[in-house]
């Protein structure tokens, strides 16, 4: 009996390899907006976000890991608007 078990279990083992491989296939590539200027420290998810239009330098599309290990955080007025503002 404990034959099968192992048998099933070596089956088993391909398959999650294969699922693993395939979520990983995908690149999380998201695109974020960054201001360039010296004191900035967020990204945006939007190119029209008020915060944005307040830069002093230059607005460049970056990845998120990009902006990520430019040490940037998300941007509090473009990334709260989800479904929670309902007034
Ligand atoms: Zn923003």
Do not use: F, W
């Given at each position: 009996?404990?034959?099968?078990?192992l048998?099933?279990?070596?089956?088993?083992?391909?398959?999650?390899?294969m699922?693993?491989?395939?979520?990983?296939?995908?690149?999380?590539?998201?695109?974020?907006?960054?201001?360039?200027?010296?004191?900035?420290?967020?990204?945006?998810k939007?190119?029209?976000?008020?915060?944005?239009?307040?830069?002093?330098?230059?607005?460049?599309?970056?990845?998120q890991?990009?902006?990520?290990?430019?040490?940037?955080?998300q941007?509090g007025?473009c990334?709260k608007?989800?479904?929670?503002?309902?007034?």
């Open positions: 009996m404990k034959h099968l078990v048998t099933l279990a070596i089956m088993m083992l391909p398959m999650s390899m699922a693993q491989q395939r979520t990983k296939a995908k690149p999380a590539a998201k695109k974020v907006y960054v201001c360039t200027s010296g004191n900035s420290t967020k990204y945006h939007t190119k029209d976000c008020r915060m944005l239009k307040t830069c002093n330098g230059e607005v460049k599309l970056v990845t890991g990009q902006a990520h290990k430019m040490k940037r955080t941007c007025v990334y608007r989800t479904k929670r503002t309902k007034k």
